[in-house]
């Protein structure tokens, strides 16, 4: 079905989608029209911002929503079936547009998505340099590891990764002893004896970097060494088992099965794609039945989580270029300290 027009809105927070289209980072509309060139409606505030992307810029006179009605219609863009990024967009404003833009809306995320999936020369070396960043930082939590708290850390990588002119790519994740066991944790404590997530990326131009590396806290018995050596070799068994063509769902399923009795305690995707955000397709699970191709980039973390006992995981950023190539380069080896 062919949509005449789609509308892209950038209202309470960048839309990754308008900054993929066309750099804009302020409020306001892009507007991609099928057979014509594309346009933004910019607040009075941003304007100038919009003036320096590379396509015309209108200056909105009032309420955003209206004005966007009346250019419309000077452009005779008027119509029935109208795209619409509604995953980006709340109710609240969704409510809002059909007032003012009476038309069917069809939501065009997925193929916004869809088009971020494959990165270009220039992101694929902001991506590179975020997880070369990321590794130095890593690295500098190795040699001056002397962490009483949780939050102690996550400040130091907050540190760390500005220093080198980046930015938190996502709120790092510092989960020690049972806290591990929660894949999304996000409180903070004293850092406890055992297993110790750090899952952090940075942002370099806008294009985020992802990584997770396990340690421990303390001396590991032989079945938690062991369990480790499980999470570390799907991983790298993952990794080797990337090509061109190959289902994401394969990849997953492999992962899965590779558990064997423990598959129970894996209890989320196998990995994600990420550029603009942190979180983008491929959803690397059992069920994507999309096919890797070349110019991807996306996670490989599997892990295990025992609960309210300890989790391991360990992720790294991978970038499908004719072959998997490993973007993220700290050591895998259990770090003790």
Same mark, same amino acid.
């Given at each position: 079905?062919q949509?005449?027009?789609?509308?892209?809105?950038?209202?309470n927070?960048?839309?990754?989608?308008?900054?993929?289209?066309?750099?804009?980072?302020?409020?306001?509309?892009?507007?991609?029209?099928?057979?014509?060139?594309?346009?933004?409606?910019?607040g009075?505030?941003?304007?100038?911002?919009?003036?320096?992307?590379?396509?015309?810029?209108?200056?909105?006179?009032?309420k955003?929503?209206?004005?966007?009605?009346?250019?419309?219609?000077r452009?005779?863009?008027?119509?029935?079936?109208?795209?619409?990024?509604?995953?980006?967009?709340?109710?609240?404003?969704?409510?809002k547009?059909?007032?003012?833009?009476?038309?069917?809306?069809?939501?065009?995320s997925?193929?916004?998505?869809?088009?971020?999936?494959?990165?270009?020369?220039?992101?694929?070396?902001?991506?590179?340099?975020?997880?070369?960043?990321?590794?130095?930082?890593?690295?500098?939590?190795?040699?001056?590891?002397n962490?009483k708290?949780?939050?102690?850390?996550?400040?130091?990588?907050?540190?760390?990764?500005?220093?080198?002119?980046?930015?938190?790519?996502?709120?790092p994740?510092?989960a020690?002893g049972k806290?591990?066991?929660?894949?999304?944790?996000?409180?903070?404590?004293?850092?406890?004896?055992?297993?110790?997530i750090?899952?952090?990326?940075a942002?370099y131009?806008d294009?985020?970097?992802?990584?997770?590396?396990?340690?421990?806290?303390?001396?590991?018995?032989?079945?938690?060494?062991?369990?480790? @050596?499980?999470?570390?070799?799907i991983? $790298? /068994?993952? *990794?080797?088992?990337? #090509?061109?063509? !190959?289902?994401?769902?394969?990849?997953?399923?492999?992962a899965?099965?590779?558990?064997?009795?423990?598959?129970?305690?894996?209890?989320?995707?196998?990995?994600?794609?990420?550029?603009?955000?942190?979180?983008e397709?491929?959803?690397?699970?059992?069920?994507?039945?999309?096919?890797?191709?070349n110019h991807?980039?996306f996670?490989?973390?599997?892990?295990l989580?025992?609960? @309210?006992?300890?989790?391991?995981?360990? $992720? /790294?950023? *991978?970038?499908?270029? #004719?072959r998997? !190539?490993?973007?993220t380069?700290?050591?895998?080896?259990?770090?003790?300290?």
């Open positions: 079905m949509i005449p027009v789609a509308i892209i809105l950038n209202i927070s960048i839309n990754p989608n308008v900054l993929y289209l066309c750099g804009y980072r302020g409020h306001g509309a892009l507007i991609v029209p099928c057979n014509k060139k594309p346009f933004i409606i910019a009075r505030r941003d304007y100038e911002k919009a003036t320096k992307t590379h396509i015309t810029a209108y200056k909105c006179e009032n955003l929503f209206d004005f966007l009605a009346q250019i419309l219609r452009k005779r863009l008027i119509s029935k079936k109208t795209g619409l990024d509604m995953a980006h967009l709340s109710l609240l404003n969704f409510t547009l059909k007032k003012s833009v009476k038309a069917q809306y069809y939501d065009v997925e193929t916004c998505s869809e088009l971020r999936m494959f990165k270009d020369d220039t992101e694929i070396r902001y991506i590179k340099k975020a997880c070369s960043v990321t590794d130095k930082v890593f690295s500098r939590i190795v040699d001056n590891f962490f708290h949780e939050n102690e850390l996550k400040l130091f990588i907050e540190i760390e990764i500005k220093k080198k002119g980046c930015e938190l790519a996502f709120p994740i510092v020690s806290s591990g066991s929660n894949p999304h944790y996000d409180e903070s404590g004293r850092i406890k004896s055992g297993f110790l750090l899952d952090f990326g942002k131009k294009y985020c970097s992802d990584m997770t590396r396990t340690m421990y806290v303390g001396k590991p018995n032989i079945k938690e060494k062991r369990l480790y @050596n499980l999470v570390k070799q991983q $790298e /068994d993952c *990794i080797k088992n990337i #090509k061109e063509n !190959i289902e994401y769902s394969e990849l997953a399923n492999l899965w099965n590779s558990f064997g009795k423990y598959k129970k305690y894996f209890i989320h995707g196998l990995g994600h794609g990420l550029g603009l955000e942190i979180h397709l491929p959803n690397i699970n059992e069920e994507e039945r999309r096919k890797l191709k991807t980039v996670t490989i973390e599997p892990g989580y025992f609960k @309210n006992r300890f989790g391991i995981r360990i $992720e /790294d950023t *991978i970038l499908m270029s #004719k998997a !190539i490993t973007l380069r700290s050591s895998k080896k259990l770090l003790v300290v």
